[in-house]
């Protein structure tokens, strides 16, 4: 199968925007609203068919660990799949990272260009799913509920779509 893979961030503010959650176990806060983020992996397929999409893991997170935690990619499948530069060393075909002692060559940018006419399919997924109301506004109940909440939606998404 031939897909995408990329990440979503959901903004939960977990008892109300000044709360700050410092305390062990508690989900890392963002800086700049007090608001806890969480990730989750989503996959879809080069028609922008949402395919599956992960539990959420701490936003604090990068990309590749989420990737490893989901299960979502194994090795010999990735050649099939693209991502975005989180993605560098799975073995998918990524956009080519600016090196720190020269700027990108003409081809470069041009395959990057080709590789992001192909990642915008799930950028559009991934907006898709954002336009439920839950996902694009502060999650205001208790952080314990909030992954069983998104995978509420998750179900209800697929459950709308067969």
């Known amino acids: 199968m031939c897909g995408e893979i990329s990440h979503a961030r959901f903004c939960s503010l977990g008892g109300g ?10 989900l890392a806060a963002w800086p700049t609203r007090q608001a806890t983020g969480l990730t989750v992996q989503v996959v879809g397929t080069l028609d922008g068919e949402l395919v599956w999409i992960s539990d959420p893991v701490d936003g604090s997170r990068h990309d590749m660990y989420c990737l490893r935690e989901s299960g979502a990619l194994t090795r010999d499948a990735a050649a099939d799949w693209t ?3 989180g993605y560098v060393g799975t073995g998918m075909l990524t ?3 600016k090196p720190a002692h020269r700027e990108l060559l003409d081809w470069e940018k041009q395959f990057n260009t080709q590789i992001n006419k192909i990642r915008y399919v799930i950028e559009q997924i991934i907006a898709n799913f954002k336009t439920w109301r839950i996902m694009h506004t502060d999650y205001r109940r208790p952080l314990a509920t909030f992954a069983t909440t998104i995978a509420a939606v998750i179900g209800l998404h697929f459950y709308g779509a067969a």
């Open 17 to 26: 925007p000044r709360e700050k959650r410092t305390q062990p176990g508690d």
């Open 83 to 85: 991502g975005d530069k």
């Open 95 to 97: 956009p080519i990272k």
